[in-house]
């Protein structure tokens, strides 16, 4: 199932008048799942969270971190994903529990790097290695784990079970806590840490999920 929402050379056109939605007029590459395209939000520097409006596509401010835990690596989602039917389905079989369901965002994504990049709404390319199977409520929120295609210290990583024990305790930590309010402890948990072929299996699902929701997307935007 193709992943393309629209003729590249009209999406060039478009692109160069309009600027592209980072969810749905990004391209996630023919290389996915193993070599995609990410759009980053946030980066270790932000004090504050930031997220990708749905509707207009620029990167809004969410809110303040209340605490002083920041993101340990780059941030961001997989363009042209859904967790979806599929998505919550996979979760359910995984953890033997029922009533999951997708969370209906696209995948989030967290990708290792040495370099300093000092600001998100950027596009890289990346390599997921594992993640974390994340359930928020009743909601699958998986977080994938990427390296950055070449990256000088982590472009070596094939899996999961290469990255140390401290990295991904504190992805770990990041990802139970932020959501926290003071006074109101968020209902997450991560159930499992889960390898490279879990990961390519999720955004595999994910895109399968995507292309059914915004399949007629192109017609819609042609009106």
């Known amino acids: 199932m193709g992943n393309k929402i629209m003729d590249p050379i009209v999406g060039k056109l478009m692109g160069l008048r309009y600027k592209s939605h980072p969810w749905h007029g990004v391209d996630i590459g023919n290389e996915a799942p193993e070599l995609l395209i990410s759009y980053i939000e946030m980066v270790p520097t932000d004090t504050v969270k930031y997220e990708v409006d749905k509707v207009s596509g620029y990167l809004r401010l969410d809110r303040p971190q209340k605490y002083s835990n920041v993101v340990p690596a780059l941030y961001g989602f997989i363009p042209q994903t859904l967790s979806g039917a599929r998505v919550g389905k996979y979760c359910e079989e995984k953890t033997g529990r029922n009533g999951i369901k ?9 990708i290792l790097t040495e370099k300093e ?14 993640g974390f199977r994340m359930i928020d409520g009743n909601e699958s929120d998986d977080k994938i784990i990427a390296v950055l295609n070449n990256d000088a210290v982590y472009g070596t990583y094939k899996d999961i079970t290469d990255c140390p024990n401290l990295i991904l305790d504190r992805l770990k930590h990041y990802f139970l806590t932020y959501k926290d309010l003071p006074g109101n402890k968020a209902n997450t948990e991560i159930t499992h840490t889960f390898g490279i072929d879990e990961a390519h299996e999720i955004i595999k699902r994910a895109m399968e999920d995507y292309n059914e929701r915004f399949n007629n997307l192109e017609n819609m935007l042609s009106i």
């Open 102 to 110: 997708g969370d209906n965002d696209p995948i989030d994504i967290c």
């Open 117 to 130: 990049i000092t600001h998100g709404d950027i596009l890289v390319r990346s390599r997921p290695i594992g």
